[in-house]
């Protein structure tokens, strides 16, 4: 049983860092273009793309108001950094909560005594594993947050919350589509006025 432990104990470390490169990798090479497109795509006019979580609200206006306008949907992702803490968060909740279905202590395998909190989760592992799951998704979920609300039209910026630090109305959308839609159409659609 001592050797079986020993090996344990020698493997805990080599565990932890392959979990927290394997997660660097999974992060980096699931998206290098830093925005994770879920793409609705609707007419063929113009392209109008929300970057936010939900924007149905503005997307069926602007739909009913201008037909023939493409509507995409992405999110907005966050720094890099921050989309590889909550992947290695997301790695070592589920280490963590296999050691406490487990049991095993891995504080005697490093000759440490084990804190009271995991002495309480190996007496109320169905709690501990529910606590471990939801303040971890806590954590990568304000990880991974933005707040972003960033709207392009043929892909120059019209509208971005991370700079001006809010929605915008329905009304100042609408305007300032109107004004970028006018300022970017071709010479020669435009009515020829005889003179």
Same mark, same amino acid.
């Given at each position: 049983v ?8 020698a493997w805990l470390?080599f565990s932890?860092?392959?979990l927290?490169?394997?997660?660097l990798?999974?992060?980096?090479? %699931?998206?290098n273009?830093? #925005?994770?497109?879920m &793409?609705?795509? +609707? !007419?063929?006019?113009?392209?109008l793309?929300?970057q =936010?979580w939900v924007?149905e609200?503005?997307m069926?206006?602007?739909?009913q ?12 992702l966050?720094l890099?950094l ?6 290695f ?5 589920? %280490?963590?909560?296999g050691? #406490?279905?487990i049991? &095993?202590?891995? +504080? !005697?395998?490093c ?5 009271? =909190?995991w002495v309480w989760g190996q007496?109320?592992k169905?709690y501990?594993c529910m606590m471990?799951f939801f ?5 990568e ?5 933005t707040?972003?609300?960033e709207?392009?039209?043929n892909?120059?910026p ?6 001006s630090g809010?929605l ?6 609408v ?5 970028e839609m006018k ?6 659609t435009l009515?020829h006025h005889?003179?």
């Amino acid at each position: 049983v001592n050797g079986h432990l020993l090996m344990l104990v020698a493997w805990l470390p080599f565990s932890i860092i392959f979990l927290g490169v394997l997660s660097l990798y999974c992060a980096a090479s %699931a998206d290098n273009s830093g #925005i994770k497109k879920m &793409k609705m795509q +609707f !007419a063929t006019g113009p392209l109008l793309k929300f970057q =936010i979580w939900v924007f149905e609200e503005y997307m069926q206006v602007l739909y009913q108001r201008y037909p023939d306008i493409r509507i995409e949907g992405e999110n907005y992702l966050p720094l890099p950094l921050y989309r590889h803490v909550a992947s290695f968060l997301s790695m070592f909740k589920l %280490a963590l909560i296999g050691l #406490i279905i487990i049991g &095993k202590d891995p +504080f !005697a395998l490093c000759g440490m005594q084990a804190p009271g =909190i995991w002495v309480w989760g190996q007496e109320n592992k169905i709690y501990a594993c529910m606590m471990v799951f939801f303040f971890s998704n806590m954590i990568e979920n304000q990880c991974m947050s933005t707040g972003a609300f960033e709207i392009t039209l043929n892909d120059v910026p019209v509208w971005s919350k991370l700079e001006s630090g809010h929605l915008p109305s329905m009304q100042q959308l609408v305007q300032i589509l109107e004004n970028e839609m006018k300022m970017n159409v071709p010479m020669d659609t435009l009515p020829h006025h005889r003179s």
